[in-house]
Structures are given as C-alpha cells and as structure tokens.
C-alpha cells in the first residue's frame, strides 16, 4: 500500500507539475481504481492539492517535510550566501547540485544579470554526462555508476559527448584540474563550467557551476569566483 502511494507521488516531476487523475494512473502504472483511492488520501493528508479543473499538484504538507531535509537544511542553507556572492560576481546563472543515482539533481538555481537561458530547474534532474555540475559528480561516482552512465550516453545535442571513451579521458582531466566544462552539450547556446564542493573527509559532496552564453570567447572569465565559492562552501560543511 505504502509503495502504491508513493508511486502515485513519483508520478509527479518538474516537466509534470499538474495531472489528472487518468495521467497519474498511467504514469504510476496502477488501476484507476487504485489510484483513486490513493489520491484522495494523500489529498485528505495534504500531500496531494486538487484544483479547481480537477488536475492535482504536490501539496504543502510535502514541501514541509521536505524542509528539513539535510539537503536543505544543511547543504542548501550553508552555500546559498556564497552562491549569491557568485551569481553578483559573475552576472551569470549559478548551480548547485548533487547527485542522484544516474542524474544530477539540482538544488539550487540562481539568475545573473547577464544569464543565458537554461533547462534545469530546483528540484529537477539532468543526466550527468552533458552537464557541468554532472561532469563533476560523474567524475568522482562509484566506478558501477560511471561505467552505467559510459554505456549509453544520450545525445541531446549535436556537440554532446557521447563516445565512452572520450567522456572517461574528460573525467580522468576533472579529477586531474578539479574543473569541468560543456560547449553546448545540454543546450544550444549555453556553455558551463563547475567545480566540486567536498565536505569532510575530502570526498566531492555536491557540484557548483556557473552557466554562460556559447558565444563568450573565454567561457572559464568566472573560475576564480567559482573555486572561491567552493572551497568557502567545502570549508563551512566540513566545520558544520
């Protein structure tokens, strides 16, 4: 009963943020029966919001639990004022994001005056190989994880890398310079560059990365700022 519930809730992401009842039973794989028993209770225990076109959304009660996440209460919380610092710095969009299974799921997104147009939304995920922030948490991921991701890179745009063996000699260079990059690997006419956040213990918990226009001729003008950030966010998690 407990999994059918939360089937009914991973039914829900950020490119579908509003359902019907018949899309949440087909996303979720149950009866429509079943789903609508399982809908109506976790709108009876608010984590479930019916409009008034009949669609549902994720509820408050949720958006509380999730509150108290480490994630948030810890990781979030400590980086958000350097994120700040760099997004005023750099005038471009800044990324916070850690990794979850195959995907870089994104915690933070953070505008500049000078931002480019991006994809990634808090919350959200993105594969790992065509992303700044994913390159880096790629890179230092379980070796069963990476050769997952090696076997089958997906291409999203004509300059992602996919061949395997060009994306490993990429992660050998960013556990080598501690950087990564993408020319339009995610998005036509955005670039990133990211570096690891690494909390105690050394070990890279989280990636920060900074999004520009392609058309920049020296997309790596923000790493200072951006090693800066995350050593100061490394250095306040490792004391925290």
């Known amino acids: 009963m407990t999994l059918r519930a939360l089937s009914v809730l991973d039914a829900f992401d950020t490119a579908h943020r509003r359902l019907n009842l018949s899309e949440i039973a087909r996303r979720s794989a149950l009866p429509l029966a079943t789903a609508h028993r399982h809908v109506r209770e976790l709108v009876d225990w608010q984590a479930l919001e019916r409009g008034e076109d009949g669609t549902y959304q994720i509820g408050a009660r949720l958006w509380h639990l999730g ?39 994104y915690v933070e997104r953070l505008g500049g005056a000078r931002s480019v147009r991006v994809v990634s ?32 890179p997906e291409r999203l745009t004509p300059y992602t890398v996919v061949d395997p063996a060009r994306l490993a000699a990429q992660l050998v260079d960013i556990r080598r310079t501690g950087v990564a990059w993408t020319r339009e690997e995610m998005a036509l006419g955005a670039s990133s560059l990211a570096m690891g956040v690494r909390g105690p213990g050394g070990r890279v918990v989280a990636a920060v990365g900074l999004v520009v226009p392609s058309v920049r001729p020296d997309i790596t003008t923000g790493l200072p700022a951006l090693r800066a950030a995350t050593a100061a966010i490394g250095a306040r998690l490792a004391g925290a």
Not at 86 to 105: P, Q, S
Not at 125 to 151: C, F, I, N, S
């Open 67 to 105: 509150m108290l996440s480490p994630m948030h209460a810890d990781l979030r919380e400590i980086a958000l004022p350097y994120l700040q610092d760099l997004c005023a710095a750099t005038g471009d969009t800044v990324h916070l994001a850690v990794r979850d299974g195959a995907k870089a799921l």
């Open 121 to 152: 939304r808090p919350g959200g995920l993105l594969p790992l190989h065509a992303t700044g922030v994913g390159k880096v948490l790629l890179a230092w991921a379980p070796v069963q994880v990476q050769r997952e991701v090696l076997a089958g």
